[in-house]
T-cell receptor
């Protein structure tokens, strides 16, 4: 069966510190991978998506970057966190079908 | 006009009632329609999906699509307190999915 993992579940970081969130998918090959941020009252904001290793598309220019070093691994990074980076970060994948996406459990990031 | 509109709620209904959740959309190119359920502090989970106008039923849940009116609905019969969650509609365009902002639903015991 297909599963998606994200870690850590929660993270508290000071302003200016680096960030690395990791997402891995099991049970499928060559998935499309997505990073979203969800802020209260603002819905899901697509940050990055990837259709293959090393292929990253950015939806919103900001303080974050993404990388896909392996087929089923997606990493969200920042060199210096801002207060505005706080939020609930979700990784998702789609694999064939009608592009329905399946989400990981999420990481709640608080930048202080 | 936003591509997908969804009333944020909150919507409070008594246990056992029929719940109706709705979204409207503006892009007639959308072909595939989904409903996700999200519990507090959890990732969204896919609840139902459909690609044609009409109704699709799964247990207590019915998804309805009216492409001529650009309107989709999710009905929940015999609502339970465990149905309390945020419900997001979603529809696909190219390689991406456009999500509604979600409706918060409270089922009152």
């Amino acid at each position: 069966s297909q599963t998606i993992h994200q870690w850590p579940a929660t993270l508290v970081q000071p302003v200016g510190s680096p960030l690395s969130l990791e997402c891995t998918v099991e049970g499928t090959s060559n998935p499309n991978l997505y990073w979203y941020r969800q802020a209260a009252g603002r819905g899901l904001q697509l940050l990055f998506y990837s259709v293959g290793i090393g292929q990253i598309s950015s939806e919103v220019p900001q303080n974050l970057s993404a990388s896909r070093p392996q087929d089923r691994q997606f990493i969200l990074s920042s060199k210096k966190l801002l207060l505005s980076d706080s939020g609930f970060y979700l990784c998702a994948f789609s694999s064939g079908g009608y592009n329905e996406q399946f989400f990981g459990p999420g990481t709640r990031l608080t930048v202080l | 006009q936003k591509e997908v509109e969804q009333d944020p709620g909150p919507l409070s209904v008594p246990e056992g009632a029929i719940v109706s959740l709705n979204c409207t959309y503006s892009n007639s190119a959308f072909q595939y329609f989904m409903w996700y359920r999200q519990y507090s502090r959890k990732g969204p989970e896919l609840l139902m999906y459909t690609y044609s106008s009409g109704n699709k039923e799964d247990g207590r849940f019915t998804a309805q699509v009216d492409k001529s009116s650009k309107y989709i609905s999710l009905f929940i019969r015999d609502s339970q307190p465990s149905d309390s969650a945020t419900y997001l509609c979603a529809m696909n365009r190219d390689d991406k999915i456009i999500f509604g902002k979600g409706t918060r639903l409270h089922i009152l015991p």
